[in-house]
């Protein structure tokens, strides 16, 4: 069962094959049997089952729809109410959320069985989820290697085929990252496309949920249920929802792609270039016409990028004080104390770094040079996309420059860290949507293929990784041990 | 440009942080290595360039003025390390 | 040496919204602790604000009442301090681009009208409250108070006395209250004041350093707060010692300002635009709105009066003094039909000093302006005398009984019948021979003890007029 898609999942539930609860109960075995990866921070077995019998009334009575009684593993950074809700750190790991995010809101009225909770990198904090208070997460294709961040869980998850698909968000690149480095599908949507009520805020005017799933077929199903507009996410867009699955078959006949020359400098890994050379040409194949584009000032999009996110999680996380929730330390002497020792107790490093970067960047004296510029050249990087994106359909080059490292490598420079994400986080800037799609391999590790398109293309963005899926197979490899 | 460990502990305070003594060269370290790299925007020419807060350039939204919201107070104090009569309890505020 | 006293305010109106500037739950008062703070009030994870319509348009009201620059598009911030009545570690508040920017608004103290400019007022979100009853040596906190919508409006540092300030805080006052976008209740801290205040010599032009005063929440405190500072200033300066800028607690019981501690440590708030919200855009559409909905301005409202209804500036200030009052004297005029002196007479006089006596707002009175308008209708038409109303009107007040019902239930009527007040003027003649033989000699005054006698005799209700006439006829004879 668990190689199947989500179509054919909803066929077989409907066929009476299996039931949801034989489903979800087989998810939860393999769950169970591939502990050692550490994807899931809390699996939520009874919740699960519940709503599998609950889907399998459901499923008996007509107004079921496709995604009822079908397993789907959340994130753990979108709150579930009744399921404890950490976002990965300390600081909420008593934290039962009250209340569910939009999102999952969404899942639960679509009939899906929520498996239980994805591990991922503190508060989405790192590429590796190495940051994550309950430990790294390995990669399915090679257990000795990180499955990228911060939604390395969900990754993980859906490449070891623990779940059929499985949310992610990305701030900088968290769904497509891991989507890359162990090979599915992910969708980085529109900023304001997905709600981002009860998605636990790292960086508010970047963070954006989408889904990772094994194919751009059962990703535009997942997407079908989480885009929308919500009244209660004033950065929430009011615009149609479009039919995610009706043109996934569309030609891609005279399709233009741009190749941003930027994307192709020294710090690219031969291999990984050549397996997006090939990539490419497969495209070329289906109709499409490529042409070389500039980002000019992508370069700017890291510093940018890590002084406005740094900025904006700074005040983010202050509501964490151990006050109304979280953790508390231990006998504070006074006010600060608690304050002080609650935050230091619970917050892991790489928050730490950040907090205080953002505070630093913000505080008196340094805003008008940090993030008064950095706002600049986030202006500059947008309109070097819209330009882009004036001359071709949609622009394609790599995710990440390496495929995935070995657990432990980079932890000792952030910086380096930093720098992996270049080909990433100038999208975060713009609010454009984006897809990751295996395209090969390099040294036996899984490369992904990156499709930037305009905003809200996110059908197209489908269209055209379907189309590519439809003529390879690398979407439907396996990692051994995991078949 | 580097920070020194001053710097970081009035930072830190002002995060309400708690680092250890013994981590504090360490975070110098690398929010000194971060500046660096973030010096590297001085480079653009952002001359005319209006700060983008967001993606979107659209408007705020605005609520019509109802209150829906009921009494959940139990609920969420389920969650509160300490409360009494009702109340979330911290160390003494001083004025 | 002689000094000179700079006074700034910063005004907290909290908005008359139902529910609070960024989430759906009530700003009632007074309700249980925490019991009105919903999930977006508490910061818990995950949670967004959206925007008030209301709170919005409230300030664009004050703000076109002031005739201050409103902005085109206002953007909200977050100010960044940790304390345990601010759920999120920030307040969500304007920096940059505040809704209402540069306006004014004239004070009159002494005679004299004075134009006290204001610098800005921009919308922010309440905190919540610290209650430092002893819970085992803790603070507890309640958050129902958090996320209700404030207005903070910052004057210039025009004002030059306490006196002064006084007099502006209570024209702001004045105005929120005629606008409906506050509630006044200075009690319940609904409206608040925060005063800076310097010293510099006469005739020096840059400013001294200031003390900031914090929350002197009634305008008693606020004139003695300011004048117990000045003189603390004047008194250090002289000894040879300077101010330092801080903020400062005015003391009521012993009646001095001293430093607070815990502010001292230099803050650094690190407003930056909140990335949850979105830009304001304050649309044509609105505007045009809000000010057809904007109601006659007090200023405005006190310049009608003296012109309509003639009433001296002092009349005219008192009865425009609050929308309700001043609605109330005009419904009792249209009603009544009489002329406005009779009616502000009986409005300021007899109807306002039962008000203080029972110390109730005008929303709260017995009497409503139709039912006052009633009696002055009876007044007029002498169907009674005024010394009868008072009778009146004090039983209008102990019960829901219309003025007519009053006169006939007590029999109040006034006697107007001739031949009636006749019967009783002869039989006074007749019983006091000795005061008719001393009018007759001459004393005029004894003619105020007929007078007297016979409003006796009749209970009250001879009408005046007619006694006063037939006395003098029958006592020339």
Redesign the interface.
Known sequence: MHNKTITELAKGLREKEFSSVELTQAYLDRINKYQALNCFITVAEDHALEQAKRSDIQLASAGAGLLTGIPIAQKDI??TQGIK?T?GSKM?D??????N?TVIEKFNTAGAVTLGKLNMDEFAMGSSNETSFYGAVQNPWDTNTVPGGSSGGSAAAVAARLSPAVTGTDTGGSIRQPASLCGITGLKPT??RVS??????F????DQGGPMARSAEDAAILMQTMAGFD?????S??REVPNYSAGLNNSLEGLKIGLPKEFFDEGLNSDIASAIEIAVNEYKKLGAEIKEVSLP?M??A???Y??IAS??C??NL?????????Y?CGD??????????S???A?G?EV??R???G??????GY?DA???????????I?GDFSQALSEVDVLMGPVSPTTAFGIGEKTND??EM?LADIYTIAVN????PAMSLPAGFANNKPVGLQVIGN?FTEDRLLNIAHQYQQVTGWHQQTPQGFE | MS?TTD??KK??????????ES?IDA?AN??S???D????????N?AG????????D?M??L?PDVATETN?RD??Q?????TEAGL?L????LD | MEWETVIGLEIHAQMATKSKIFSAASTAYGAEPNTQAC?VD??????????NEEAVRMAVKFGMAIEAEIADYSVFA?K?Y?Y?DL????QISQMELPIVGIGHLDIEVDGETKRIGVTRAHLEEDAGKSLHEDFHGLTG?DLNRAGTPLLEIVSEPDMRSAKEAVAYMRKIHELVRYLEICDGNMQEGSFRCDANVSVRPKGQKEYGTRAELKNINSFRFVEKAINIEVERQIDLIEAGGSVVQETRLYDADKNETRSMRSKEEAN?Y???PD????SVEITDELRAQVKADLPELPSIKKQRFIEQYSHDNETATLLTSSRELADFFEVVVKQSGCEARLCSNWVSGNFLGALNKANLEITASPISAERLAGLLKRIADNTISGKIAKQVFDALWESDLTTDEVIEQQGLKQITDSGAIEVIIDKIIADNPAQVEQYLSGKDKVFGFFVGQVMKASHGKANPGEVNKMLQGKLKR
Request: glycine share 6%; charged share 20%.
């Open positions: 979108f709150c809700t976002c909420l008593n934290f039962i959320a009250p209340y995010a900023y304001g981002r009520y009860g998605m636990i805020a960086a508010s005017s970047l009244t209660k996410d004033s950065t867009v009011d000032n370069k700017l890291i510093p940018a890590y002084v900025a904006e700074s005040a202050s509501r964490y004080d151990g006050v109304r929730f979280g508390r504070p002497a006074d006010l600060n104390d608690l304050y002080i020792r935050r230091g107790e917050f490093a730490k770094r907090i205080l970067m505070t630093y960047a913000l505080s008196a805003y940090y993030y008064i510029k950095a706002q600049k050249v986030r202006r500059l947008s952030p910086i930093y800037l713009a609010g454009l905003y | 920070l710097e970081i930072i830190a305070y002002l995060a309400r942080l708690g680092i250890d981590d975070y690398d929010l290595n971060m500046l790299l973030m010096t590297q925007m001085g480079k653009a952002t360039i209006n700060p983008m807060a967001h993606p979107m659209q705020q939204r609520r959940q609920h969420f389920a969650l509160a390390p300490q979330y911290v160390p003494k505020v | 999930a508490l910061g818990l994870p995950g949670v967004l604000p959206v925007l977050r960044n940790f345990p759920p999120k570690g920030y906190i650094d690190r407003y930056f990335p949850d919200l979105l």
